[in-house]
């Protein structure tokens, strides 16, 4: 027998208002993007672009080497989620389903490194990569970031749930602790290798610090710290700047609306909100 639940009229009206908080600055970036300058300068300013002009995406493509920001940060993307993807499984693997010595305790140091602002490693990642002679490059991007705690964390919930008598079954089979885990474990928490694909993915997108310190020519940057440069220091072309944002926004809001029940499905099941 199914339980049908009732919806109550202030559902709506929330869902609607948290709606509209979230959509009202993408749809001012947007409106922003189709002006002219001096629309962007006017007193009080226009909601509605009046008329509509390109302008500000072609200047984007006149300033910049968009096509190649784009492509290092496809590049340093695919190349972060497979790195994270690969060392966060095994780490997991090992704390979840071997349970090495000392699992416990490094459980804790990983929960107690999520609290750690990330911020505080980058003269450290810095001293690093400039020791293995790596700056200014595109591995430089994607390396110190391979290894992440909340990833390592996250599959270990996910693996947790595998069932023993299946790993037991594979040992008895002689199969290596590798092997399990790239045809038993791995399929079984795919929902949780596409969570964290999806957030490792979003991650480097809106990555903007990092690359600042680590490289130094505009062809080894990503999008972030490319639109940056947009920002005059004195004067600023916002429409100019919002066109941009709205180019760098784009494959992600495609790549979500392909894969739009993948996502849904894979975050419902992670617990992720």
Known sequence: MMIQYRVRW?????????????????????????????????????VIPSPVTLDGAREVFNRLPFATLLWNTV???????????????????ALAIIKVPGAKIILVVILALLMVPGDI???????????MGLTDTLV????????????????????????????????????SHLRILATIVVPLARSGIISLAIL???????????PIVVNRSIEKMTLGPGIALLRGEYT??????????????????????????????????SGLK
């Open 75 to 93: 590049i340093v993307s695919i190349g972060r989620v497979i790195g994270t993807v690969v060392i966060c499984s095994m780490a997991a693997y």
């Open 121 to 131: 490693f980058i003269i450290p990642g810095y001293s690093i990569i400039t020791s």
């Open 140 to 175: 430089a991007l994607a390396l110190p970031s391979l290894f992440d705690v909340f990833g390592v964390f996250l599959l270990y919930q996910f693996f947790r749930g595998v069932p023993r008598e299946l790993i037991e079954a594979a040992r008895i089979d002689g199969a």
């Open 236 to 269: 600023t072309d916002w429409n100019v700047l919002m066109a941009a944002g709205v180019l760098a926004a784009l494959p992600m809001i495609v790549i979500f609306l392909i894969l739009q029940k993948r996502f849904i499905a894979s975050f419902a099941r």
């Open 10 to 46: 202030w559902t709506y009206v929330l869902t609607a208002v948290v709606g509209l908080v979230i959509l009202v600055p993408f749809a001012w970036m947007v409106s922003t993007a189709l002006m002219t300058t001096s629309q962007t300068l006017q007193v009080p300013p226009n």
């Open 200 to 210: 490792t993915t979003l991650a480097e997108w809106k990555e903007l610090l990092w």
